[in-house]
């Protein structure tokens, strides 16, 4: 049994946190990027598609409040709890990189936040 980081968060709600701190690695997060994450989010066979919006904005307000050794205790612990089949890491660092080209400009801070997602999952 893992040990929850935040109380009551299930798998949605880590994965949803490594979406959006890949995304907010370069200190923003724009539409374009919110947009992806959400299409990301309604793809999951668990998510209800009308809880989205309030599952994206709670994970984002706990993810504001986190000091940067939060944040990666956080990203650690979706990693290694929720992502064990080459399969699943495979289509989650995919998912990271369509995150982060939405803007259309891939900056240094989000292509080395990605790379420490990618070396927790191998």
Known sequence: MSVELTPGWGPLHYLT???ICVARA?????????????????SFPTMKPHLTNEL????????????????Y??????????????????AFLRDME???EADGVVKSTEQEVFRVIRALLT
Do not use: P
């Not at 997060?29 to 947009?35: G, H, I, R, Y």
């Open 98 to 100: 369509e995150i982060i």
């Open 26 to 42: 370069d200190l923003r997060l724009v539409d374009s990027e919110t947009n992806v994450i959400l299409e990301k989010l309604r």
């Open 73 to 90: 205790a956080h990203v650690e612990h979706c990693c290694t709890q929720y992502l064990q089949e080459d399969s699943e890491k495979q």
């Open 17 to 19: 946190y490594v979406y």
């Open 56 to 71: 994206f904005e709670a994970v984002l307000y706990q993810q504001l409040s986190h000091t940067w050794d939060e944040v």
